[in-house]
């Protein structure tokens, strides 16, 4: 995950560059570093790097990392021809090369020749099976050709393995989600969970499953999940605090004429209602009199 830190560098970088003011391969190095998506802007001053002889053989071995780089952008562009011209000098230079093979998969997928790239993934997988960019390609191609459930196959048989790949747990929960299937998605988030406890980004989406999964326990569960959240930001996420009001409006309709003892206690519902008000007094003080509404409408309050 980037941080706010992060992503000012490389803002400031971002600006800098596309003013003239030089650190075009910083830049690039830094878009690779955090593993961002700027496929327009690394096409360009990539592209600006590689014409020009004097700054291209100044990175030195550095050069090939560029051309895989500017070959991936173009992709994304969909500038095939240019990402043909870049993988055919690293063919040339590597022509034994896994990675190389791995980019001609991508340009056979780019040019929608799913049946091709698919064919060239289960070859490499066979002579090595845990390759695991392979495995995310084939997953790709699936998702393209929009045939989610063997996306979901190959997210399934791959995490078998690869049970610590939090961005393939992430991936294959959102996918369970478009697809209404909320219990397979709250397993996933509690994997998640489980991997890294202290991020609220999970809380608070697995604590929307269950929210919409409904029923006395899940929306109990739920609020806690939510509380958790609003614990590990120190009490500054909105959807959260939200989150929170509508377990606690939910429960109390699905509590009437329950025990005293099933019931929720009001007091964080009313931390939540404080904070929400405080920040709009803040942040939105003209959106104010929506939030009391909205508040009112889920017969909740301070």
Known sequence: MVTKSEEDQLNRLESQVDNGGGGEWEYLCLVRKLKVRRPDKVLKHGLAILNDFKKRSALGTEDWTLCEQVAIAAMDCQCLDVAKDCIKVLRKRFPDSKRVGRLEGMLLEAKGLWAEAEKAYSSFLEDNPFDQV????????????????????CLNKYLDTFMADNDAWRELAEIYVSLQMYKQAAFCYEELILSQPTNPLYHIAYADVLYTNGGIENLQAAKKYYASAINLTGGKNQRALFGVCLCT??????????????????????????????????????????????LKSLRVSS
Do not use: F, M, W
Request: hydrophobic fraction near 35%; proline fraction near 5%.
């Open 134 to 153: 392979i495995h995310k390609r084939r997953v790709a191609v699936a998702k393209a050709q929009g045939n989610i459930s063997t996306a979901i196959e």
């Open 249 to 294: 409006s939910a429960i109390g309709q699905l509590s009437k004429g329950r025990n005293k003892d099933d019931k929720e206690s009001p007091e964080l519902q009313a931390l939540a209602v404080a904070a929400l008000e405080k920040d709009y007094k803040q942040g939105a003080p003209d959106k104010l009199p929506l939030l009391t509404s909205t």
